[in-house]
């Protein structure tokens, strides 16, 4: 299942086995409405009172992670203390922004990913997460 961007919140809950609550529906119009992006639950959370959603911090992370069992977003684990959720489902890689809490996508044509280990016996490799960590150069270096 991918996320089509000209369904309606109602129809992509539907689509990913959802039943579509008033606050699902909320959220999911939010989420998915700026295109593809990478969110912290504190962020969302900051829209949906900001647009007027009554709906706490818990709900806002219990949904979240209800969207990412259903597969509509996936988990971002790029520093400890934060997660990032991922609308856009399909393989891919990122760029992490140290100091600036930014995640970028790394266009898939950009990397390979060759000489993987062989897993385990009776496993398989169910996804690579590459994350790149990006920092701004110092505007000093060179200026000597």
Excluded: W
């Excluded at 593809?36 to 706490?56: F, K």
């Excluded at 790029?78 to 266009?107: A, Q």
Aim: proline share 6%; with cysteine.
């Amino acid at each position: 299942m991918t996320n089509s961007p000209t369904l309606c919140p109602e129809d992509r809950l539907r689509q990913f086995g959802l039943r579509p609550t008033r606050q699902r529906v909320a959220l999911a119009d939010l989420l998915f409405a700026k295109g593809d992006r990478h969110l912290t639950v504190e962020e969302l959370h900051e829209e949906a009172v900001t647009a007027g959603v009554p709906v706490s911090l818990a709900t806002v992370y219990n949904t979240l992670h209800q969207f990412t069992d259903a597969g509509m977003i996936r988990v971002l684990s790029v520093e400890s203390s934060r997660t990032y959720f991922d609308t856009n489902v399909s393989d891919h890689h990122h760029f992490f922004v140290e100091g600036h809490n930014e995640v970028l996508d790394i266009p898939v044509s950009n990397i390979s990913i060759g000489n993987l280990p062989e897993p385990p016996e009776g496993m398989e490799i169910a996804h690579v997460d590459v994350v790149i960590r990006l920092r701004r150069k110092d505007r000093r270096e060179g200026a000597q």
